[in-house]
């Protein structure tokens, strides 16, 4: 794990956390997001988690279905928390930052807080299985996986660092697909919320093979 915190359970992560809505932002566990933080109650987030040994922030999606007010949109249930394991200032005000996931989690409650951040009580217990790295590897098809990310690369015109991909591990290729898929907040909810990591390959395959056949159908363009 890329990071000098170890986590090996549920009980080594707090059950308040704060929360940040970002819509399309898949974050898996072991994954890597790069952030650019620039509004004022963000970066407020930041300052107190960077105050806490922990350094814990949750990433959820506003829930694109049920949408309510753009100042504090509706979320989805589960999202993933990461730890802060680089962080730059850029001189302008903003922070550069990259979080790794550690674990998905359940909103429990959403808290009165006077932070002008969101904060959520959370479970992580429904998804023990993310503290074990590279759990059911085997029983993805890799084949098929990488099939439909050739079909993918060849419908849109796009090339891709082939030496990576054949080296990376299958959780690693998985979750990274999922997390740079150009899909929908629905679709990445889905993938977030699979069960285990063979059926978010099959969710991955299903969703490209609905979008490569949407965009082979007349008046579509390739997906970008």
């Given at each position: 794990?890329?990071?000098?915190a170890?986590?090996?359970?549920?009980?080594?992560?707090?059950?308040?956390?704060?929360?940040?809505?970002?819509?399309?932002?898949?974050?898996?566990?072991?994954?890597?997001?790069?952030?650019?933080?620039?509004?004022?109650?963000?970066?407020?987030?930041?300052?107190?988690?960077?105050?806490?040994?922990?350094?814990?922030?949750?990433?959820?999606?506003?829930?694109?279905?049920?949408?309510?007010p753009?100042?504090?949109?509706?979320?989805?249930?589960?999202?993933?928390?990461?730890?802060i394991?680089?962080?730059?200032?850029?001189?302008?005000?903003?922070?550069?930052?990259?979080?790794?996931?550690?674990?998905?989690?359940?909103?429990?409650?959403?808290?009165?807080?006077a932070?002008?951040?969101?904060?959520?009580?959370?479970?992580?217990?429904?998804?023990?299985?993310?503290?074990?790295?590279?759990?059911?590897?085997?029983?993805?098809?890799?084949?098929?996986?990488?099939?439909?990310?050739?079909?993918?690369?060849?419908?849109?015109?796009l090339?891709?660092?082939?030496?990576?991909?054949?080296?990376?591990p299958?959780?690693?290729?998985?979750?990274?697909?999922?997390?740079?898929?150009?899909?929908?907040?629905?679709?990445?909810?889905?993938?977030?919320?699979?069960?285990?990591?063979?059926?978010?390959?099959?969710?991955?395959v299903?969703?490209?093979?609905?979008?490569?056949?949407?965009?082979?159908?007349?008046?579509?363009?390739?997906?970008?």
């Open positions: 794990m890329p990071m000098n170890v986590y090996e359970g549920p009980a080594d992560l707090a059950e308040v956390i704060p929360v940040f809505p970002l819509p399309g932002a898949l974050l898996l566990p072991r994954g890597q997001m790069p952030l650019n933080i620039f509004e004022p109650r963000y970066i407020e987030m930041i300052d107190d988690a960077l105050a806490d040994r922990r350094r814990l922030i949750g990433m959820i999606m506003p829930d694109a279905g049920n949408p309510g753009e100042s504090r949109p509706n979320l989805y249930r589960v999202g993933c928390v990461g730890r394991t680089q962080i730059a200032e850029s001189g302008d005000g903003r922070y550069l930052l990259q979080l790794t996931g550690i674990s998905r989690f359940r909103i429990e409650e959403e808290l009165k807080v932070t002008a951040y969101r904060q959520c009580r959370v479970s992580y217990a429904p998804f023990a299985g993310d503290f074990i790295a590279r759990k059911g590897e085997e029983e993805v098809d890799r084949h098929t996986l990488l099939q439909a990310l050739t079909d993918f690369l060849d419908a849109n015109n090339k891709t660092d082939w030496e990576g991909i054949e080296e990376a299958n959780e690693a290729l998985v979750n990274a697909l999922a997390m740079m898929s150009p899909y929908g907040s629905a679709e990445k909810q889905a993938l977030l919320e699979a069960p285990d990591l063979k059926t978010r390959a099959e969710i991955l299903a969703v490209t093979e609905i979008e490569l056949a949407k965009s082979k159908a007349p008046g579509e363009t390739p997906l970008q």
